[in-house]
């Protein structure tokens, strides 16, 4: 397994204010990910990085940005947390581009849930 | 609408039975993968199949990528207790390699 902590693992938060949440690997793995996780949709990618400073948009980027300064860091920010915004939260990493490449292996983390009241 | 529909959602079956889940969409994949998600932890990948037509099997579990690249089964002989958990299948397009889509799931208890 790869070594990703998420954290907070569990928050709750009034809507209006800004929330981050931090993911950490520990595989210096060059790609990483933050998905939501919503019954009825699966996983959603958010945003995405493909190295430090560079990241992209997914399919459910709105009113989330994130940033990564180091290899090892991918943070998530929600700048005026909504209650459509409660969700579960799962980060991951893999060495290489998304799954076209046969044999990449995408690793999840064990998820922030996040509760917007 | 999901771009991959998975069936059943919710199924749940005696230990000892076998079970078919499976994965549909209306577009081609470059490749289909699997994962297995148990309560509070995140997915972990079972199989990723990029061949139409192609069958893998990792021990009780067959899986099987669609002629046509658009859909995918899975299927467990003898279900175990330790089998309970979310099946998810994603599909990754053609030419966008960070484009990956998930199903909704399946959800799987095997009572003993």
């Known amino acids: 397994d790869a070594g990703i902590t998420q954290s907070p693992r569990h928050k709750v938060t009034e809507t209006g204010t800004p929330v981050t949440l931090r993911c950490h690997q520990t595989e210096n793995h060059r790609y990483m990910y933050w998905y939501r996780q919503d019954p009825g949709h699966g996983l959603r990618l958010i945003h995405y990085s493909y190295g430090v400073k560079d990241t992209d948009k997914g399919e459910v980027s709105d009113g989330y940005s994130v940033s990564r300064s180091k290899t090892e860091d991918f943070l998530l920010t929600l700048e005026s947390a909504t209650s459509s915004q409660t969700s579960v939260y799962f980060c991951?990493?893999?060495?290489?581009?998304?799954?076209?490449?046969?044999?990449?292996?995408?690793?999840f983390g064990e998820g922030s849930w996040l509760t917007v009241v | 609408t999901q771009l991959l529909e998975q069936s059943p959602q919710f199924l749940s079956i005696q230990e000892g039975e076998n079970l078919t889940v499976y994965c549909n969409s209306s577009?081609?994949?470059?490749?289909l993968q699997w994962y297995r998600q148990e309560p509070g932890e995140g997915p972990v990948l079972l199989v990723t199949?990029?061949?139409?037509?192609e069958v893998k099997k990792l021990k009780r579990l067959t899986f099987q990528f669609g002629d046509a690249r658009k859909d995918s089964s899975l299927h467990i002989t003898a279900a175990q207790p330790g089998d309970t958990g979310l099946y998810l299948c994603a599909g990754g397009f053609t030419g966008n390699n960070n484009d990956m889509r998930f199903g909704a799931g399946t959800r799987l208890t095997v009572k003993p």
């Open positions: 199949v990029v061949t139409g037509g």
């Open positions: 991951a990493t893999s060495p290489r581009q998304g799954i076209a490449s046969s044999g990449n292996t995408i690793y």
């Open positions: 577009s081609v994949f470059s490749s």
